[in-house]
């Protein structure tokens, strides 16, 4: 079992930067870590993640230059540094653990609580 207790988020203007945190507990040295975000009335969508290692990672191509995913497994934290944010990254950010799929695809197993981020124009 993992559990996921997310730390970070709240308000920032336009332009501004954020870094979320999510400490995880359990079994997750050999797992994908990642983010999803889901934004009011939208589906929720894949973010970001990283490997195990930390040394490979994919992001959303919405994201792309100015998120970074990155995990330090002493400490069983994976972070999503969030710099230029613009207001349409307004969102609940959602921490997940899970499986990477050569095709792209990332399927959480576990969820984080989630926690807001919200970017004012």
């Known amino acids: 079992q993992v559990q996921l207790v997310q730390s970070g988020g709240g308000l920032v203007q336009a332009g501004g930067s954020l870094r979320l945190s999510c400490s995880a507990s359990?079994?997750?040295?050999?797992?994908?870590m990642g983010w999803f975000r889901q934004a009011p009335g939208k589906e929720r969508q894949f973010v970001a993640r990283?490997?195990?290692?930390?040394?490979?990672?994919n992001y959303a191509d919405s994201v792309k230059g100015r998120f970074t995913v990155s995990r330090d497994n002493a400490k069983n934290t994976v972070y999503l540094q969030m710099n230029s944010l613009k207001p349409e990254d307004t969102a609940v950010y959602y921490c997940?653990?899970?499986?990477?799929?050569?095709?792209?695809?990332?399927?959480?197993?576990?969820w984080g609580q989630g926690t807001q981020v919200t970017v004012s124009s």
């Open positions: 990283t490997d195990w290692s930390g040394s490979v990672t």
């Open positions: 997940a653990a899970g499986t990477y799929y050569t095709s792209g695809r990332f399927e959480a197993i576990y």
């Open positions: 359990g079994r997750t040295f050999s797992t994908s």
